[in-house]
T-cell receptor, first 114, second 112 residues
Framework: GAVVSQHPSWVICKSGTSVKIECRSL??????MFWYRQFPKQSLMLMAT?????????EQGVEKDKFLINHASLTLSTLTVTSAHPEDSSFYIC??????????FGPGTRLTVT | DQQVKQNSPSLSVQEGRISILNCDYT??????FLWYKKYPAEGPTFLIS?????DKNEDGRFTVFLNKSAKHLSLHIVPSQPGDSAVYFC???????????FGAGTILRVKS
């Protein structure tokens, strides 16, 4: 099956610093990737759609200047959380569109901002 | 507006018995549905899907049933195994393209 990796799997950073999370599709090319956020005991919340070669589209209420997304190639999308604050602590998950409507998800990144 | 609803937050089933996870939707334009399984601190894993032109899709121990008139789908796991213990999300593509709308999830616990 399709494999999507994320790096790092876990990161702790100090308030005010920026953190970059990478999402890679390992065995297929993904023109579209998605970034989700999951709070404890809640569902996945779509943050933005990352399109290779063009700007990301953000869901309502998501600050695009705070969550910078770059889709530099057909296998790599990055999410940078800028000037992180404790309320940004969460589980961030990326996915890559594979076929039809199937999305394959990365293993997630646990971000803790102290 | 939550267009995909999973009203049961949790379900507990004995090993070997059937697990039935339910999902309701409100948007009659949805024409494809997916089930994902998620373990703690991991990304969701695609399990099974169904198109609205079908009312049943089976893959091994997993069967998804779709009742379009009731806007209801269910995932049946038979027989249930302890390794099936996870959170199960149903999802449907939103708008054109492939953005997914997820339900809130149901925690399945299979007791041995």
């Amino acid at each position: 099956g399709a494999v999507v990796s994320q790096h790092p799997s876990w990161v702790i950073c100090k308030s005010g610093t920026s953190v970059k999370i990478e999402c890679r599709s390992l065995d297929f090319q993904a023109t579209t990737m998605f970034w989700y956020r999951q709070f404890p005991k809640q569902s996945l919340m779509l943050m933005a759609t990352s399109n290779e070669g063009s700007k990301a589209t953000y869901e309502q209420g998501v600050e695009k200047d705070k969550f910078l997304i770059n889709h530099a190639s057909l296998t790599l999308s990055t999410l940078t959380v800028t000037s992180a604050h404790p309320e940004d602590s969460s589980f961030y998950i990326c996915s890559a569109a594979f076929r039809d409507y199937e999305q394959y998800f990365g293993p997630g990144t646990r971000l803790t901002v102290t | 507006d939550q267009q995909v609803k999973q009203n049961s937050p949790s379900l507990s089933v004995q090993e070997g018995r059937i697990s039935i996870l339910n999902c309701d939707y409100t948007n009659s334009m949805f024409d494809y549905f997916l089930w994902y399984k998620k373990y703690p601190a991991e990304g969701p894993t695609f399990l099974i899907s169904i198109s609205s032109i079908k009312d049943k899709n089976e893959d091994g121990r997993f069967t998804v049933f779709l009742n379009k008139s009731a806007k209801h789908l269910s995932l049946h796991i038979v027989p249930s195994q302890p390794g099936d213990s996870a959170v199960y999300f149903c999802a449907a593509p939103r708008e054109y393209g492939n953005k997914l709308v997820f339900g809130a999830g149901t925690i399945l616990r299979v007791k041995s």
